[in-house]
């Protein structure tokens, strides 16, 4: 590392996704004094990364575009905020399965990143309705194209209601976010008029009457519902082959007859045995 920042002070592009566990703030100090360029930084999987080494890096390399920090589970709150407030054009985020961040991460992030265009936040369950309000009425709620929050167990309608103020969404992953109902979709559907591609897999409180206020968007083209076990098989079918859309990674391989799956010349070595 020390190395990387001593004598690559062009350097745009930097993925470490392959690298040895980054444990000390010296070798993200080089990178930050010596890496003043740096626009693309993946650093995933690095558990012990110290929430303060974030800050520095934050500070030194303003020019950020795309950050990615899943699985860093020693950053906080904190080091999230000094990123966005230091890298004002950042457009990624990646955030997924950092266990230590919540609600202040998002309000930073809605007052700071207004450039920000796809924010991951997979798995924070620390994340409630507040910090989705912050999110949502800040500054990258008109620019705002994708956001995750599968497995974000603490979001509900209230927060559907306030995603409906990110008119520029075009990607919504809700994957397992069990609380959500028909009304929340409903209301988000009527304020992302942009929406393309919808995942609700999981979603078990989600019946037909969500689904069709999602099916009347003209944009949608990608709707992933499988495992929604309040679903008619009419509404299953018509997320089958050859139809809007696709019921998640195998719902796409089958055909429906009333209440009885019909297989559709399936791979059987596909399926998960």
Not at 9 to 20: A, F, Y
Not at 194 to 216: M, P, Q, R, Y
Not at 242 to 260: F, I, P, Q
Request: charged share 20%; with cysteine; proline share 1%.
């Amino acid at each position: 590392m020390l190395y990387i920042g001593a004598s690559l002070s062009k350097l745009r592009h930097l993925d470490m996704s392959e690298s040895c566990q980054m444990t000390d703030r010296g070798g993200i100090e080089a990178l930050a004094e010596g890496c003043l360029e740096l626009e693309h930084l993946s650093i995933p999987g690095h558990f012990e990364l110290p929430n303060r080494a974030l800050m520095d890096l934050a500070m030194g390399c303003e020019k950020l575009l795309y950050l990615d920090i899943t699985r860093c589970t020693d950053v906080a709150d904190e080091g999230v905020a000094t990123v966005v407030r230091c890298c004002p054009q950042l457009r990624v985020l990646l955030l997924g399965l950092c266990s230590g961040l919540g609600d202040n991460t998002l309000r930073a992030i809605g007052h700071f990143a207004a450039h920000l265009e796809e924010l991951d936040l997979y798995c924070l369950g620390d994340i409630t309705n507040e910090g989705i309000a912050a999110l949502s009425t800040g500054n990258c709620a008109t620019v705002l194209t994708r956001l995750v929050l599968s497995f974000c167990g603490q979001v509900t309608d209230e927060s559907l209601v306030d995603i409906g103020k990110c008119t520029a969404l075009k990607e919504l992953e809700l994957e397992h976010c069990t609380n959500i109902t028909d009304e929340g979709l409903r209301t988000l559907a009527s304020g992302c008029n942009n929406l393309t591609k919808v995942s609700l897999d999981a979603c078990t409180k989600v019946t037909d009457k969500g689904v069709e206020a999602l099916e009347a968007l003209s944009s949608l083209s990608h709707l992933s519902i499988e495992g929604c076990v309040g679903l008619s098989s009419g509404t299953l079918q018509r997320h089958s082959v050859g139809n809007k859309g696709c019921s998640g990674a195998y719902g796409s391989m089958l055909g429906w007859d009333g209440d009885n799956a019909i297989m559709n010349g399936l791979d059987w070595s596909l399926l998960p045995m």
